[in-house]
């Protein structure tokens, strides 16, 4: 009804100081747990990206073969040396959780580049992969298919276009991102399958052709620690199942860094539920308050006929507008410190290797929405229950200001 | 049109049961004019609010109209209220941040029973038959007590109530705005046909209703 709409919003002009600090005292509330949400969510969103794109824990490769470790990923020099393609899946290793096996051929005068560049040609599994595609910056808007190559980020060809490797036609399906790893940025990715079809057309310069290239032969595995499993376990495991192998290590600071920042986060989160928690109890015992001291209102209107839900209803929509506002000004205040800190923010997470991206447009209005209506809610509900026992009450017990 | 039969109120409080209200029965026809009175603390605005569906008895039964009100649902009750009778209080009753004209058409609007139009222009004319013609725009802080509860009479006849009930209306204002007042409410007990019960402490007021009701603790005095 109109004029008991008209009534609540009154009712908070009436003592504007204590309706602004209920405002406030929700905005500040809801603005919290909105950017406290955003941001969580944004850099766990960063460090799953991040840490799945630094690659693998370890790496098993033939004894002997050259190894590349740099901070950000593990990656296998391409060699003569192969491992066959099911060791570690025969081993049954408890403590490996994935493995991507890799095939790497250095080749010379294959029709990428100019004439005498060497170029990585580098066969994966799709399914298996998580160092690869995690990299993909862009790509076509289909699956990944038998003839179709991955360029790193050192090659510049539109995606879609043809690209001729030993003259055999492939398809540009798309380009990974920055590795700072000079294989990886100049390497030509595809299938195992694809790559296998090369084999006959890489002509033979003296040496025998890349062993690599050999159906059931791999030059490595990129290999991801199953949960809780240490890599000193994950090693002993390995060499003792795999004969003429090594396992290398990566930079084993890093998922230090990933520990401390869960452990954040959880942290964040448990402060974000006891806001909302202090944030209902005090909003109810504000209500409690309020309707104390307008009982006499109360009981006047409900004696010229007011029915009790018009009565809670006129409280509620009071609590709801005005802790509505206070959630809306406490998003709008978020989106403001955000932008603020932004900089500083960005700059601190990349500097401890998190590459921070912002949680998308929809994501992030569907928290902001979130929050407003959290806050309406514990308005609603703060105000509900006292208005409703003053609702119950004799008409004129709330008249003379008792009940 | 108004029966009690052995109604009675008791409170409890820290020093005990207190029974402000001990067994009244009552009758008043339909378009009488009744005077209640009685000292203070007898036991008079206890009862008028029990009449009125303000306040549950702790025993016997009111009639109003042919209806038991003690035995109604809380939502009949809520319309014997809004309907029914015409309360008016001992003390300034407007609500503060509504218009007169919003404070008088408010229970109109609270039963819904017609258009908005319809009852903004019966608030209208309502305020104007009670000379406040000139403040139907005015917030209640901006006028006199006494027009304060002339604004307040004038929203008890909104639903045009079988039933007007004033518990010292006049208590708190001078002898002239006193006079100004009862004659509204006799006029409206005498064109309207209203029936009226009225608390007041003014014998001399008393003394012109067509029955009169003298209470001593809770009790009718012959
Ligand atoms: N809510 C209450 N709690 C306790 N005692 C009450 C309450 N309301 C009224 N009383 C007591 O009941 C008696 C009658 O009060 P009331 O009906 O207001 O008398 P009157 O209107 O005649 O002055 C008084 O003694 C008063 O103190
Ligand atoms: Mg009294």
Known sequence: MRLLANLALQ????????????????????????????????????????????????????????????????????????????????????????????????????????????????????????TIQPWLREKLNREFRAGDVIL???????????????????V???????TGVGTHERGVFMSFETLEALAGAVPQHGSSRPAALAPGKVTGFLVELAPGATALQARFAILSA?????????????????????????????????????????VSVL????????????????????????????MVVEAVIATGVGGVLGVTLGVLVMRLYERSLVYYLENIGVPFVWLDLPRMAAFAAAAIVLAAAIGALGAFYPAWRASRRDAYDLVRGEG | MLVCRQVSKSYRTERGVVTAVAGIDLDVPAGRFAAVIGRSGSGK????????????????????????????????????????????????????????????????MLGRRQGASGTYARAAALLERMGLGGYLDAYPAEIS?????????????????????ADEPTSDLDEQTEIEIMDVLRTVNREVGTTLV???????????AQQIVHIANGAIVA
Do not use: C
Not at chain 1, 248 to 274: E, N, P, Y
Not at chain 2, 49 to 62: D, E, F, K, T
Not at chain 2, 64 to 82: I, K
Not at chain 2, 145 to 164: C, F, K, M, T, V
């Open chain 1, 11 to 130: 009712n908070l002009g009436r003592r504007k100081a204590r309706s602004l600090l209920l405002i406030a005292a929700v905005a500040i509330g809801s603005g919290v747990v909105f950017t406290g949400a955003t941001l969580m969510r944004s850099i766990d969103d960063s460090m799953a990206a991040g840490f799945s794109r630094l690659g693998a824990d370890m790496m098993v490769v033939p004894e002997g073969a050259l190894t590349n470790i740099t901070a950000a990923l593990l990656t296998v020099e391409p060699t003569d040396l192969v491992l066959d393609a099911d060791v570690l899946a025969k081993a049954r290793i408890a403590s490996v959780g994935r493995a991507a096996p890799q095939k790497i051929a250095r080749v010379e005068h294959s029709g990428i580049g100019s004439h005498h560049d060497l170029v990585d040609l580098v066969g994966f599994e799709p399914a298996h992969d998580f």
């Open chain 1, 242 to 282: 795999v004969k003429g192998a090594k396992v290398v290590t990566g930079d084993s600071s890093l998922s230090g860094i990933r520990q401390g920042l869960s452990a954040l986060l959880q942290g964040i989160l448990a402060l974000m539920v006891l806001m909302f928690a202090s944030m209902a109890v005090m």
């Open chain 1, 152 to 170: 790193g980020a050192g090659r510049d060809v539109p995606l879609g276009s043809q690209m001729l490797i030993f003259g055999k036609p492939h």
């Open chain 2, 145 to 165: 007590a006494g027009e304060q509860r002339r604004a307040a009479i004038a929203r008890a006849l909104i639903n045009d109530p079988a039933l007007l009930l």
């Open chain 1, 172 to 178: 540009v399906y798309g380009k990974l991102g920055r």
């Open chain 1, 287 to 314: 209500f409690s308050a309020i309707i104390t001291e307008r009982r006499p209102e109360l009981g006047l209107l409900k004696a010229i006929g007011a029915r009790w839900p018009q009565i809670v209803g006129m």
């Open chain 2, 45 to 108: 605005s206890t009862l008028m609010a029990m009449i009125g569906g303000l306040s549950r008895p702790s025993a016997g039964s009111v009639e109003v109209d042919g209806t038991d009100v003690w035995h109604l649902s809380d939502n009949a009750l809520a319309a014997f209220r809004n309907e029914k009778v015409g309360y008016v209080f001992q003390f300034a009753s407007l609500l503060p941040t509504l218009r007169l004209i919003d404070n008088v058409a408010l229970p109109a």
């Open chain 2, 198 to 208: 009225l608390v007041t402490h003014n014998l001399a007021l008393a003394e012109q």
